[in-house]
């Protein structure tokens, strides 16, 4: 497993680039964004103890964010097999993962319904008429 250092504004992870990493960040801040029109859009704010780029680990395609380093932060990069390594030996953290996997999920369908409504929202997330 990976330890890597970034500067006060570096960029970590770039939206719409193949990835197989994840990150598990160790200390620091870093802002979550996508970029629309030229603009960021602030998703999250992550610190110490969480963890980013995992959709694009686990689905194997390209990263859906960006992620820019807010403070000198130093994280850990994990690669599917170090992932699975780390769940194996530390089940505290695969549980933290998968409780904010499915908050993260939660959250989705929160601002999904408020801008589509509830039945649309449904629909989108799980791919079928109701």
Do not use: W
Request: glycine share 8%; hydrophobic share 40%; aromatic share 6%.
């Amino acid at each position: 497993m990976e330890r890597k250092k970034f500067s006060k504004g570096d960029l970590i992870c770039r939206e719409n680039t193949p990835g197989e990493t994840m990150y598990v960040i160790l200390s620091g801040k870093v802002r979550v964004f996508i970029t629309m029109n030229a603009e960021k859009i602030e998703l999250n704010i992550l610190g110490s103890g969480n963890f980013c780029g995992e959709m694009c680990l686990l689905l194997k395609g390209e990263r859906t964010a960006s992620m820019e380093a807010l403070e000198d932060t130093e994280v850990q990069i994990l690669n599917k097999e170090s992932l699975l390594k780390k769940i194996q030996e530390d089940r505290q953290f695969a549980l933290r993962m998968i409780t904010t996997m499915a908050q993260r999920l939660k959250d989705a369908h929160g601002v999904i319904s408020r801008l589509e409504g509830a039945k649309k929202s449904l629909e989108i997330m799980y791919g079928y008429k109701l």
